[in-house]
Each structure stands twice: as C-alpha cells, then as structure tokens.
C-alpha cells in the first residue's frame, strides 16, 4: 500500500531552533508539495518540485524556510530560526504530473502531517 | 485564474439524515475536481474526483458527487449520515496547465448528530 511518510509526526522546539521535517513521497511520483495548515490560515501552499525542481515556492518565508529535493525519494522543508507563528501542522503531498489518459491528472496523495510547536 | 468557494463553513445533521456539502468553482478551462476530507488530527484523504468522465462521480464511504457545468457546481452528497463522518470537507480545484497544482476552498466542517 504506497503512501507518503513523514517524519517526524510530532515537534515541540523553542523559539530559535532549527527544525527540520522530512518527506518520503509516493515510489514514482514526480511532483511533491509542502503545505501548512493553521486554525487562521486553513491550508497553505509553501512549495511546489517537478522532478525535483523547484517551481513555486511563493508561499514560503525565504528568509527562514527552505525546501530541497537531495533525491527522488527525499523532500526537506527546514525552518531556521523558528519561532512561536510557525506553529502549524506541516503536509507533504506527492503525485504525477500525468496526462489525462493516465487517469490520477491533478491528484495528490497527501502524508500524514507534521505536527510542530514553537514554545 | 481558477477558485473554490465552498458555500457553507459548518453543517450539522443527525444521524441517518442526509449530508449536503456545497461547492462551486471558477475556471477557465475544463476542471479536474476533487473532495479530499480530513478527520480530526489526521492527514487528506481523497474521498473521490472527477476528472471529465462521468458527471456522476461515486467516491468511498457511500459519497458521491456531480459535476454541474452550467451550475459551476460540485456538491458532495451522501444519503444516510453516519457519526463516523464528522470531519472537514475540501472541495478542491486542479490548475490546469500547472502540473498537478491544486486550489482549496475553505472547508467545511460537518458534525454529525446522535
């Protein structure tokens, strides 16, 4: 049964730290996506790789998020130096970048969330 | 450009009632929809999408949807709510021509009465 993974499910950090989470997408997904949910906010878009490219990365912090793709079967997403506002659960999502004919066009498969509190 | 709105941020109903979820879109081209629902402390799920096949889309837990065209319309119905549904409910709208980029609508979130 192919999901995405993330790790860790669950941070507590204090303000300052770093803090990285991971994301293990879909065996053969090209496409890999980070969003931040919050009470406030709802759903989020930070980040956006095709093919391990990144191609929108719009709705993040530059100044202290960063996302990289090191391999096919590895995405980042580091906070450095977080603070309190960060707090959020932190959702991987993969997919394939198909045609139509391939039936799964637009669809993500999304992880199961990191949960990270700033203290 | 493309949007969701979902028209409702909460809907309650009792047990074995029916459940309608409202949901409308703009686009500019021919849409990928999807319903994606989220049970409390856990991740996405994809409940079912309709991709330009049937308009009647059949998705798990006994959900379905309709894609309306002239309505700009994808509501998500179920005929018999039961207490395990109680969650929120994303319409969501595929970017066409930008990969497998998706829009969110709000949510919505559905109680379930005993």
């Known amino acids: 049964d192919a999901r995405v993974t993330q790790t860790p499910r669950h941070k507590v950090t204090e303000m300052g730290q770093e803090v990285t989470m991971r994301c293990q997408p879909i065996l053969g997904h090209n496409t890999v996506f980070w969003y931040r949910q919050t009470m406030m906010q709802g759903l989020e878009l930070l980040a956006y790789?095709?093919?391990?490219?990144?191609?929108?990365d719009s709705g993040m912090p530059k100044d202290r998020f960063s996302a990289e793709m090191p391999d096919a079967t590895l995405a980042t997403l580091k906070i450095q130096p977080s603070e309190p506002r960060d707090s959020a659960v932190y959702f991987c999502a993969s997919g394939s970048s198909g045609t139509l004919a391939s039936g799964n066009r637009n669809e993500q498969f999304f992880g199961p969330g990191t949960r990270l509190t700033v203290l | 450009a493309q949007s969701v709105t979902q028209l409702d941020s909460h809907v309650s109903v009792s047990e074995g009632t029916p459940v309608l979820l409202r949901c409308n879109y703009s686009s500019s081209y021919s849409p990928s929809l999807f319903w994606y629902v989220q049970h409390p402390n856990k991740g996405l799920q994809l409940l079912l999408k309709?991709?330009?096949?049937?308009?009647l889309v059949k998705g798990i837990n006994g959900f379905e949807a309709e894609f309306k065209k002239s309505e700009t319309s994808f509501h998500l119905t179920k005929p018999s709510a039961h207490m395990s549904d109680a969650a929120e409910y994303f319409c969501v709208v595929g970017r066409a021509n930008a990969g497998n980029m998706l829009t969110f609508g709000g949510g919505t979130r559905l109680m379930v009465k005993p």
């Open positions: 309709y991709t330009s096949a049937a308009t």
């Open positions: 790789f095709r093919n391990r490219a990144p191609l929108d």
